[in-house]
């Protein structure tokens, strides 16, 4: 007889509206507005802020009991033309929540009133996105909210330009930042979307910007209907992505990829890139492979064999599970709070052909699970965000920080993983990780004569 399932003990998985939330906040000049009650901008809030240690600001409509009656449409109308007194903003992004998805209420259709009620005003451009926390998870409302921002801006086909279109699933600024700079390398201009590398880890100022400069500029989303062509990352993608968006109404080539984690997602990256710019891989990057390759055949022998359990977004731990098995590692457990989301395939596409075991995918599972059966499986370290902190306290392994979010260490916002850059500085940590354990459990320490 099955076991049955009685409630989420500790999720595996954050609302959908906090991925709108994050996705909002690489726009430039972006609000992002919370159509629901007060508690669930405060919630994505403190999780955002302590993750990527920066002031944020969230919107909320604020119901209240009368709205789940009557409807939160006053309160919706009112609360954007609050934002748009106090921040000046070019975009509102509106993302719905359980409660305003539960009473029914009709956001377009709000938000078609409003343009017209208030269009002496200049209204910002308003993009709205369906984000109820019980259809779904951040990584769902992420992709949604990016879609909407190309289905709603990207009206007419633009004039075409040289850029292209990038779609990555959710990543560290530094990561972001590593994108930019590997097309600069082959003389592309990206068009990341979206692109929080600066407004969720800006500089020190003298005065408080409400509003922090940085973001994919408005008129960039607009003219990606006549880019060169899209990157959707990411090996558990949806049919219905951005990058399909636009091929299917614009003809903008679309490639599909995985997120560029380790060697050869890495390589796929690169092949893409030298095909899209005409160009070889330049030097500097072939250096920076030779680099990461000398330090997975120097670091294998500390690593070989080690048992992992990988957790996560699913993308994220698609990604992980190519990296860790290429340099020696057994993943022996993937999981994810997403549900149907393709993973148990997208890893065995990584690992088949490498993989030393077979690695046992769970979907839509929550940590209470995950740890009743990684305890049985005896990992020697775990992979993924704070969340997995208490299980490896418990167990003795290490927990190697990656992912949304990082609550308990301080930099979450610059760890890097993609490219082979973000590779090595992935290895470096993992290696450094099971050393720090061998050394900790040795009764002499350390001693090198």
């Not at 003990?9 to 709108?20: R, S, Y």
């Not at 609050?82 to 975009?91: G, Q, T």
């Not at 992004?93 to 200049?122: Q, W």
């Amino acid at each position: 007889m099955a076991e049955s399932y009685v409630s989420t003990t500790n999720a595996c998985k954050l609302c959908t509206p906090l991925g709108a939330a994050l996705a909002f906040k690489g726009v430039q000049g972006a609000v992002p507005f919370l159509h629901g009650s007060q508690g669930c901008a405060t919630y994505m809030r403190r999780y955002v802020i302590s993750h990527f240690r920066e002031p944020v600001d969230i919107a909320s409509s604020a119901l209240g009991e009368k709205h789940a009656v009557y409807g939160g449409g006053p309160n919706l109308k009112q609360g954007i033309l609050n934002v748009m007194k106090k921040y000046s903003p070019a975009l509102v992004g509106v993302a719905s929540t359980c409660l305003t998805e539960t009473i029914g209420d009709d956001v377009p259709m709000l938000l078609a009133e409003f343009r017209r009620e208030f269009s002496d005003l200049n209204p910002p451009e308003l993009v709205h996105v369906s984000t109820p926390s019980y259809m779904g998870t951040h990584t769902d409302g992420w992709r949604n909210t990016v879609l909407s921002l190309t289905r709603q801006l990207c009206t007419e086909t633009s004039q075409a330009n040289e850029t292209v279109n990038v779609f990555p699933t959710l990543c560290s600024c530094e990561d972001l930042r590593i994108f930019k700079a590997m097309f600069r390398e082959y003389g592309l201009t990206p068009v990341i979307l979206p692109d929080y590398s600066d407004t969720l880890d800006g500089p020190a100022l003298a005065e408080y910007e409400p509003i922090p400069a940085g973001g994919t500029p408005i008129a960039a989303i607009k003219a990606m209907s006549g880019a060169t062509a899209s990157l959707d990352l990411g090996r558990c993608l949806p049919k219905d992505t951005a990058g399909a968006d636009l091929e299917t109404r614009f003809g903008v080539d679309n490639l599909r990829l995985g997120m560029p984690m380790g060697l050869r997602e890495s390589d796929a990256m690169h092949h893409a890139l030298s095909r899209i710019s005409g160009k070889d891989m330049p030097k500097h990057i072939v250096q920076q492979r030779g680099r990461l390759v000398d330090a997975l055949v120097d670091g294998h022998k500390y690593v070989s064999g080690a048992r992992a359990v990988v957790y996560g977004e699913e993308d994220l731990v698609a990604g992980l599970a190519s990296f860790l098995t290429e340099v020696g590692i057994d993943v022996v457990l993937a999981a994810t709070g997403s549900e149907k989301c393709g993973l148990d395939s997208a890893v065995r596409e990584v690992t088949e052909d490498l993989g030393r075991v077979e690695t046992e995918v769970r979907m839509g599972v929550d940590f209470h699970e995950i740890a009743e059966r990684a305890g049985q499986l005896k990992p020697d370290l775990l992979v993924g965000h704070s969340k997995g902190y208490r299980y490896a306290r418990e167990w003795n392994i290490p927990l190697v920080r990656v992912g949304f979010p990082v609550h308990d260490r301080f930099g979450a916002q610059r760890i890097a993983t993609l490219g082979y850059t973000g590779a090595q500085q992935m290895f470096d940590r993992i290696v450094n990780a099971v050393l720090d354990k061998r050394q900790a459990d040795s009764p002499v320490g350390y001693g090198y004569q």
